[in-house]
């Protein structure tokens, strides 16, 4: 079946210490996208990629990096520098970048910190 | 920037009968795409309806309808026939012409009242 994975699916951070969320997808699509959604809130943009190799921080990207080395594939770290990371994490991706291109999104990952 | 408002915070509707989620939206762009997606409590992002804004028709897709007013920058979902499993946060969602992400609303939260 062709889809988006997210894991893990609940993670628990420590203070000062890195992680990093996993991303792949199976649908051949070129463009994705990492979301954030608070308590509340609707998803805010952190970062996306167009094309392998290339990628642009979205609204909320300090504190966060990404990598798109594979088509397949975009992690999400979230560093030391993002002082309140609980959130959930999405996953999206789009056939193409442009504008009409439905997003599909991932199953997400709950970020707790202990 | 653009902005995307639901008035909503929570919407409850008999089970069979018919209810309507309001979003507005404030952009300069002439070329963007509007979407609503739900969010079930599995937190999984399921789109429901899209529209572009350069087509004066009306989306529809089986009981879900959307009413796009462009130039009051409206763009409503009607839900007919409401179901129990229609329950679920709905955002709306935004994306212009370019190669960003999706600016959300903060979400209605449906209420299926059997």
């Known amino acids: 079946d062709g889809g988006i994975t997210q894991s893990p699916k609940y993670l628990f951070r420590k203070e000062g210490q890195n992680v990093t969320l996993s991303c792949e997808q199976n649908l051949n699509h070129d463009a994705m996208y990492w979301y954030r959604q608070d308590p509340g809130q609707g998803l805010r943009l952190i970062y996306y990629s167009q094309i392998v190799n290339d990628f642009q921080k979205g609204d909320i990207a300090e504190g966060y990096s990404v990598s798109r080395e594979k088509k397949e594939s975009f992690p999400l770290t979230v560093t030391s520098a993002q002082k309140n990371p609980t959130a959930f994490y999405l996953c999206?991706?789009?056939?193409?970048?442009?504008?009409?291109?439905?997003?599909?999104f991932g199953p997400g990952t709950r970020l707790l910190v202990l | 920037a653009q902005t995307v408002t639901q008035s909503q915070p929570e919407m409850s509707v008999q089970e069979a009968e018919t209810v309507t989620l309001s979003c507005t939206y404030d952009t300069s762009e002439s070329d963007y795409y509007l979407f609503w997606y739900k969010q079930p409590p599995s937190r999984q992002m399921i789109l429901v309806i899209r529209?572009?804004?350069?087509?004066?028709q009306n989306a529809t897709e089986n009981r879900f309808s959307v009413n796009f007013q462009k130039a009051a920058k409206s763009f409503s979902l009607k839900i007919s026939d409401s179901q129990l499993g229609d329950a679920a946060m709905y955002f709306c969602a935004y994306r212009g012409g370019g190669a960003d992400g999706l600016t959300f609303g903060k979400g209605t939260h449906l209420i299926i009242q059997p």
């Open positions: 529209q572009e804004a350069y087509k004066q």
């Open positions: 999206a991706s789009s056939i193409g970048y442009r504008g009409q291109e439905t997003q599909y």
